[in-house]
């Protein structure tokens, strides 16, 4: 027993010893890697103190890239490239601040005083100098201002926002201003879909360089999402250009064009003239900024009357070959109604009345339904309500209680007067008739997306309601075809050989001058139509504003618009002509 006992003794005591070198061993191992790393950390014991004093704790923002919008195709219309930021920490910069101030501002064209300020900020680390710089830009000037021995400046990855066909639907599109901000269209709308969310780093520096094992941590960004249009990129930059010239060409105010798919509503092209390249907004006017295609309002003009005479026709109260005699002149209340052109007694059928844009014959017509009737169909062609296609800024237009209509206004409206109008609202209203007679809202976004205020829109919120029987809006379609025939029609430029083009002028004038009365304003001129007439592919409107040179006519002015899109549409989507023989109507008796 007693020799057991001695054993373990020895056996404790040998366990002891070496647990002891052991620890002589770890000691020794865990100073040398303790040394080490305050040699890596460049931190000495004496230098430790001095070192401590001059660190800093720097938070930054982690950019998110903003989600494109994309034509129909795919192709970006708004994208976002490489870009930097340049930052300064002011303690480095302070001491020749004046000389890179000067660089800066001349180089990023940026106000000298303010980046003096930055560049000199007391009691911070970091300070940004410039945001969405282009890369080659930002990393020349700071590469630049380096090898001068000037310290203190750096560069950060910030995405910058480009259009890169310039002025392409730049008005719909909108732009990003100098703080990265959206100023206006479809950017401000779906910001809360494209802008995503910025993350954030925060870590400590000293002597200028992050320090490997301060304080450190990063919430990553969430980038934004894509919005993906029904605009054809090719068929919009086709547009604006023939727009374009023909704004130019007429002396005119402004003008809009839009192109529909005739079956589904989705917008292929909304043309605004004037425009501007967003990728310099701020510089432009900012009453170009938006669409006037869906701001601005204006009486439709005979256009309309292409609505009255549905209504009409689908009440069984008229047909195409209903014969009316149209005076010279014709008095309601305190008021006289002329038609465009001067004549004596005429005979027309109600399809010449179309094809000769008659606003007498017109009124006439109109007698035989009631105002509510007519207000209940204008309604229903989508007249004094919004579109609501997501493009800010749009005005419903006008259209008046028909518990309002007196006599005249009644007669007003049946031809294109005393209702107001966007663009884009008339030219849904057209295509309905294209659409055999089912209005279907227009959407100028693929799928869906969330408004700024919560509105859902797209192509998969498409509503759809019958106005007229698909009979009615056969024989307005047929009647339609008169205005382009050849020595019937108003508009006879307006057609395409080979195809079967459905169309119709508008003139209507302007409210203005001293009176504030039509006498003291100018025109307001269009053309609306679709093709194939007997089986629509697409529907195109087009409305010039105060034209002066060319003659006042929707026909002569913006009938060669609407033709040249509509022949590009038909060419670009090949589409045949239906073969079939063209409206053959009397448009005397």
Not at 257 to 266: K, N, Y
Not at 267 to 274: E, S
Request: with cysteine; net charge positive.
């Amino acid at each position: 027993m007693t020799y057991q006992r001695r054993e373990r003794r020895s056996l404790r005591g040998a366990s002891t010893v070496r647990l002891r070198a052991a620890l002589v061993v770890i000691t020794m191992v865990l100073s040398v890697f303790g040394v080490r790393l305050f040699e890596l950390q460049g931190l000495d014991p004496q230098a430790y103190a001095a070192k401590a004093a001059s660190m800093g704790l720097v938070r930054a923002v982690l950019p998110a890239a903003r989600g494109e919008i994309l034509d129909r195709n795919g192709q970006p219309l708004a994208e976002s490239v490489a870009g930097e930021m340049v930052v300064a920490d002011p303690t480095r910069t302070k001491a020749h601040a004046e000389a890179i101030a000067k660089v800066l501002a001349r180089r990023l064209h940026l106000d000298y005083f303010d980046v003096l300020d930055r560049l000199t900020m007391p009691n911070t680390r970091f300070q940004y100098i410039a945001r969405r710089v282009p890369s080659t830009l930002a990393t020349s000037v700071v590469d630049s201002l380096t090898a001068r021995g000037y310290e203190g400046l750096a560069t950060r990855r910030d995405p910058l926002r480009v259009y890169p066909d310039k002025d392409v639907a730049a008005n719909l599109l909108g732009f990003l201003n100098a703080e990265g901000q959206p100023a206006a269209g479809l950017e401000q709308t779906f910001q809360n879909e494209l802008a995503g969310k910025d993350g954030s780093e925060t870590y400590e520096v000293g002597d200028g360089n992050k320090i490997p094992l301060g304080e450190n941590s990063e919430v990553a960004p969430v980038n934004g999402k894509d919005v993906r249009l029904t605009i054809d990129r090719d068929v919009q930059w086709y547009a604006q250009r023939v727009l374009r010239t023909a704004v130019h060409n007429a002396r005119a105010d402004s003008g809009a064009a839009i192109a529909l798919d005739s079956r589904t509503g989705e917008v292929l092209a909304l043309a605004d003239y004037p425009t501007f390249d967003a990728n310099h907004g701020s510089n432009a006017p900012e009453g170009d900024w938006g669409s006037r295609a869906l701001s601005n309002v204006y009486e439709p003009g005979s256009v309309e009357k292409v609505l009255t005479t549905s209504a009409l026709i689908n009440e069984g109260l008229v047909g195409p070959r209903t014969r009316i005699t149209v005076p010279g002149e014709l008095r309601i209340q305190d008021r006289t109604i002329h038609d465009y052109w001067p004549h004596g007694r005429i005979h027309l059928t109600l399809a010449g009345v179309i094809a000769l844009s008659s606003n007498i014959g017109t009124v006439l017509a109109a007698r035989a339904i009631g105002a509510h009737k007519l207000a209940g169909y204008l309604h229903a062609f989508g007249l004094g309500q919004r579109t609501d296609v997501g493009v800010p800024g749009e005005s419903p237009g006008i259209l008046s209680p028909p518990g309002q209509w007196t006599p005249i206004r009644k007669a007003n409206i049946a031809f294109g007067q005393g209702v107001s109008v966007n663009a884009l609202q008339m030219a849904a209203a057209v295509n309905t008739l294209a659409n055999k007679g089912e209005y279907v809202s227009p959407s100028i976004v693929e799928g869906r997306a969330t408004t700024a205020d919560g509105q859902v829109v797209g192509t998969d919120v498409t509503t759809r309601h019958r106005v007229v029987s698909r009979a009615t809006a056969a024989k307005e379609a047929r009647m339609m075809e008169m205005v382009v025939t050849q020595g019937k029609g108003t508009a006879p430029a307006a057609g395409i050989a080979g195809y079967r083009v459905a169309g119709k002028t508008g003139t209507a004038q302007e409210v203005g001058g001293a009176c504030n009365c039509y006498a003291g304003g100018g025109y307001d001129v269009s053309f609306a139509g679709f093709a194939p007439a007997d089986n629509p592919r697409f529907t195109v409107y087009v409305v010039i504003k105060h034209p002066r040179v060319g003659g006042a006519g929707g026909g002569a002015t913006a009938g060669p618009v609407f033709r040249q899109i509509l022949d590009y549409l038909l060419q670009k989507y090949a589409v045949p002509p239906t073969g079939t023989r063209p409206a053959h109507l009397p448009v005397n008796w």
